[in-house]
Antibody, heavy 122, light 106 residues
Framework: EVQLVESGGDLVQPGGSLRLSCAASGFTFSVYAMSWVRQAPGKGLEWVSAISGSSRNTYYADSVKGRFTISRDNSKNTLFLQMNSLRGADTAVYYC???????????????WGQGTMVTVSS | DIQMTQSPSTLSASVGDRVTITCRASQTITTWLAWYQQKPGKVPKLVIYRASSLESGVPSRFSGSGSGTEFTLTISSLQPDDFATYYCQQYSSKSSFGQGTKLEIK
């Protein structure tokens, strides 16, 4: 069974840092591009960042560029999101998501994790 | 950045109705568009990709159309399980989502 499991969400103060993880199983992780998508409480979806299977290419939304870093460890089938200089507007459920088998680095997302909650507040 | 605008924001309909949700892009995205269904407290589920391709396992009452800047998601005969919020997503230039359309029971 294809599965994505996020972890690392927490309550953090403004200006703080947090590292999210997404453990993948049930598919050949290294072949697929991955993304992070977030959803603030009661709000819509916002794409955050994407990374190619080889880590060669990374992309960021303007709202997080320069503060967030996406990475992956294909030997451990794990995706990461390092979040620095956190703001209240970053408060959201963070999902990791996988592209379809013939997908590009940024594509539709056929599999989503259950999400991990990040709360930025003093 | 490409802005995605959905209409309506809320749609009231009855079981058996045919409903259409529209998504407009601020610039052309050819057919790099997906639709998702999300129920409260649940993870988004892919319904349509490449504007008109039905995701495996999704009922055939769902269909998508459009290209360029205007797209539609149509449900031919609403079922009780279809009441949810629907989002469009462009993936032509980075990615962005529409604000969502809540489909509620009339």
């Amino acid at each position: 069974e294809v599965q994505l499991v996020e972890s690392g969400g927490d309550l953090v103060q403004p200006g703080g840092s947090l590292r999210l993880s997404c453990a993948a199983s049930g598919f050949t992780f290294s072949v697929y591009a991955m993304s992070w998508v977030r959803q603030a409480p009661g709000k819509g979806l916002e794409w955050v960042s994407a990374i190619s299977g080889s880590s060669r290419n990374t992309y960021y939304a303007d709202s997080v560029k320069g503060r967030f870093t996406i990475s992956r460890d294909n030997s451990k089938n794990t995706l990461f999101l390092q979040m620095n200089s956190l703001r209240g507007a970053d408060t959201a459920v963070y999902y990791c998501a996988k592209v379809p088998p013939d997908g590009y680095v940024i594509d539709a997302f056929d599999i989503w994790g259950q999400g991990t909650m990040v709360t930025v507040s003093s | 950045d490409i802005q995605m605008t959905q209409s309506p924001s809320t749609l009231s309909a009855s079981v058996g109705d045919r409903v259409t949700i529209t998504c407009r892009a601020s610039q052309t995205i050819t057919t790099w568009l997906a639709w998702y269904q999300q129920k409260p407290g649940k993870v988004p589920k892919l319904v349509i990709y490449r504007a008109s391709s039905l995701e495996s396992g999704v009922p055939s009452r769902f269909s998508g159309s459009g290209s360029g800047t205007e797209f539609t998601l149509t449900i031919s005969s609403l079922q009780p399980d279809d009441f949810a919020t629907y989002y469009c997503q462009q993936y032509s230039s980075k990615s962005s989502f529409g604000q969502g359309t809540k489909l509620e029971i009339k």
